[in-house]
């Protein structure tokens, strides 16, 4: 069975910056699985930050970035600011019609 | 803009069915691939159902297989989600997303979402 995982928790201090990371129970994190990246603050429906490992979606501030970093995709906030105090998620593409989401991250900006 | 709009939830016996709808506006939605996403409280995003522009493939999930159907009316800019024998794991709310053209993302990738819609199984 496929699991992708994630930190469950991080915390990063005001204009520092954090690097969550997506990684698969068994191998290796590629761009061969498209993994793209969401943001979800409590309450509200996600918001898709980043899609094909490394590619800002639209209106997404450049203080995210993403990459595959050895074995695993991540994401990089740069600059944390108090509103990105939120869930995020990375979802990988397994191929064949099957899309597997991580356990997400909660990050807490204080 | 993109407007993607959640119906159809509400409270159902386990055993039961429920089916949801999703209206689609600000995009030529019969162009593009569709998702049902959901959440169970308290818990992490879980993908459900793929259905392709056209409704030609769909794809599942193992544990919603045989018992979900995933379908779209193109005329009626609309997604639905059939959802039968339903039990309290089902309890979640319910995302569609729209995926990115897939001429740039072959991945077929969410990319706008709707606002849920909540479908409860009381156990």
């Known amino acids: 069975q496929t699991v992708v995982t994630q930190e469950p928790s991080f915390s990063v201090s005001p204009g520092g910056t954090v690097t969550l990371t997506c990684g698969l129970n068994s191998g290796s994190v590629s761009r061969n699985y498209y993994p793209s990246w969401y943001q979800q603050t409590p309450g509200q429906a996600p918001r898709t930050l980043i899609y094909?490992?490394?590619t800002r979606s639209s209106g997404v501030p450049n203080r995210f970035s993403a990459s595959i970093l050895g074995n695993k995709a991540a994401l990089t906030i740069t600059g944390a600011q108090a509103d990105d105090e939120s869930d995020y998620y990375c979802m990988l593409y397994m191929g064949t019609g099957l899309w597997v989401f991580g356990g997400g991250t909660r990050l807490t900006v204080l | 803009q993109v407007q993607l709009v959640e119906s159809g939830g509400g409270v159902v016996q386990p055993g039961g069915s429920l089916r949801l709808s999703c209206a689609a506006s600000g995009f030529t939605f019969s162009s593009f691939g569709m998702h049902w996403v959901r959440q169970a409280p308290g818990k992490g995003l879980e993908w459900v159902a793929f259905i392709q522009y056209d409704g030609t493939k769909k794809y599942y999930v193992d544990s919603v297989k045989g018992r979900y159907t995933i379908s779209r009316d193109n005329s009626k800019n609309t997604l639905f989600l059939q959802m039968n024998s339903l039990t309290p794991e089902d309890t979640a709310v319910y995302y569609c997303?729209?995926?990115?053209?897939?001429?740039?993302?072959?991945?077929?990738?969410?990319?706008?979402w709707g606002q849920g819609t909540l479908v409860t199984v009381p156990s």
């Open positions: 094909s490992t490394d």
């Open positions: 997303a729209k995926v990115f053209d897939v001429v740039v993302v072959p991945a077929d990738t969410m990319d706008y």
